[in-house]
């Protein structure tokens, strides 16, 4: 069965400085991967997604995640917070089972100190 | 384009009271989604639809858990009796046939007292 890892509940970066946040995946077959972001009182909105055409994916704002199927991970990276990142970001599965269902991680917040 | 709107955004009840939630997708979108998200956690989903039709209702409490989309359009998900593990964030989302990528509402966050 599919299921993601977030390493980190929450993660507190500085203003400017490089942004990680962790995830595994569990998939029996090669997965269709995402990042959703939540800010407060609003709707998850998509970051990225990798559907196995090229490993390293762009997304908005930044945003980009490595695909890396020798370590069964989807890192999420910026190479500078701003504060409007401020958010929770989950990271995600497609079941395969089911076409089109998600599986969500945990999720982890990301704070931004000035 | 519009997004996918849900609506109440807040609603506090008391438990064993019923509850329906609303959500009407991007236009032209044929999956429907309802996720409940308790918090803390990510979100898990409770049911999916193709036009009017279930696709995926595994995880739905049926007991007291509803939900129909019978024109294909909008949707409305309903619990009765509730209780007080229900207080979460019911969440819609609509996605165009094929394809992954689904599109969120804003949430209904309900609280269950």
């Known amino acids: 069965a599919q299921s993601v890892t977030q390493l980190d509940s929450h993660v507190s970066v500085s203003e400017g400085t490089p942004v990680l946040l962790r995830c595994n995946y569990s998939s029996s077959y090669s997965p269709s991967l995402f990042w959703y972001v939540q800010h407060p009182n609003k709707g998850l909105q998509l970051l990225l997604k990798y559907t196995s055409a090229a490993t390293l994916v762009k997304g908005i704002n930044g945003f980009e995640a490595e695909f890396k199927k020798s370590e069964t991970s989807f890192h999420l990276t910026k190479p500078s917070a701003h504060m409007s990142d401020a958010a929770e970001y989950f990271c995600v599965v497609s079941d395969d089972r089911s076409q089109g269902n998600l599986i969500f991680g945990k999720g982890t917040k990301l704070s931004v100190k000035p | 384009e519009a997004g996918v709107a849900q609506s109440p955004r807040y609603k506090i009840i008391e438990k064993r009271q019923s509850v329906a939630f609303w959500c009407n997708p991007i236009?032209?979108?044929?999956?429907l989604y309802w996720y409940q998200q308790i918090l803390g956690q990510g979100p898990k989903l409770l049911i999916q639809?193709?036009?009017?039709?279930?696709?995926?209702d595994s995880q739905l409490p049926k007991d007291r858990f509803s939900a129909e989309r019978l024109k294909g359009v909008d949707s409305t998900l309903k619990i009765q009796p509730a209780k007080l593990e229900d207080s979460a964030v019911y969440l819609c989302a609509s996605s165009p046939t094929g394809q992954e990528t689904q599109y969120f509402g804003p949430g209904t966050r309900l609280l269950v007292l």
């Open positions: 639809f193709q036009n009017n039709g279930v696709v995926d």
């Open positions: 236009s032209g979108h044929a999956t």
